[in-house]
Nanobody, 127 residues
């Protein structure tokens, strides 16, 4: 079992930055690929970014490329999402998720491949 707790959300203005953190506990954190998803009101949950077990491979959805950065610190059992140049359309509940896979370099992008989810943290960007 893995428990995930997100933090760092809040209300910011367009152009501001936020850094989300996801602290993991339980099973060995470094055995998991990690991802950040978001869900806006009335919309489906979508992947924002993913990172491999090793941290060496990453994925970003097109709308956040160049603005968001995913990273992980396996020694601290934590994954981060640095969000810069925030836009009102980034407003959503952000979730981190963990996928137990046996690959150092694979990034998991499909929601149904993730095994564990956090409770979410609200990010609101005002115009």
């Amino acid at each position: 079992q893995v428990q995930l707790v997100e933090s760092g959300g809040g209300l910011v203005q367009a152009g501001d930055s936020l850094r989300l953190s996801c602290a993991a506990s339980g099973r060995t954190f470094s055995s998991y690929a990690m991802g950040w998803f978001r869900q806006a009101p009335g919309k489906k949950r979508e992947i924002v970014a993913g990172i491999s077990w090793s941290g060496g491979c990453t994925y970003y959805t097109d709308s956040v490329k160049g603005r968001f950065t995913i990273s992980r610190d396996n020694a601290k059992n934590t994954v981060y999402l640095q969000m810069n140049s925030l836009k009102p359309e980034d407003t959503a509940v952000y979730y981190c998720a963990a996928a137990f896979i046996r690959s150092l370099s694979r990034v998991v992008t499909m929601m149904d491949e993730y095994d564990y989810w956090g409770q979410g943290t609200q990010v609101t960007v005002s115009s």
